[in-house]
């Protein structure tokens, strides 16, 4: 996991803006599934949405940190219920 620039997270967030979260944690919070699921989407994506429209307030925070812990992916920004993560590629695939 690197550390993001000011002038890399504000670029980050303008690519994330478009995008729709292409993974959803339910009610049973941050299963080794789901956490699974993050890792391959970011290896197929690097920059991603994860939504965690179930959670509270407090535990989606613990949650959004725990997933980028996890999957050694940056926590690029939390709105609400929607988290950007952003792995960089070793190499792009193909």
């Known amino acids: 996991m690197t ?10 967030k303008g690519r ?3 995008l729709e979260p292409v993974v959803i944690i339910g009610a049973k919070g941050l ?3 789901v956490v ?13 949405k994860v939504r ?3 959670l509270e307030r407090g535990a ?9 812990a996890r999957t050694e992916s940056e926590l690029v920004q939390e709105i609400g219920k929607v988290a950007v993560l ?3 590629w070793d190499t792009p695939p193909p």
């Open 31 to 33: 299963t080794d599934p």
């Open 3 to 12: 550390i993001l620039t000011p002038a890399e997270r504000k670029s980050l």
């Open 36 to 48: 699974a699921e993050i890792a391959a989407a970011l290896k197929a994506h690097e920059l991603i």
């Open 86 to 88: 952003y792995k960089k």
């Open 52 to 54: 965690a429209p179930e």
């Open 60 to 68: 989606r925070s613990e949650v959004f940190r725990e997933v980028a």
């Open 16 to 18: 994330a803006h478009k």
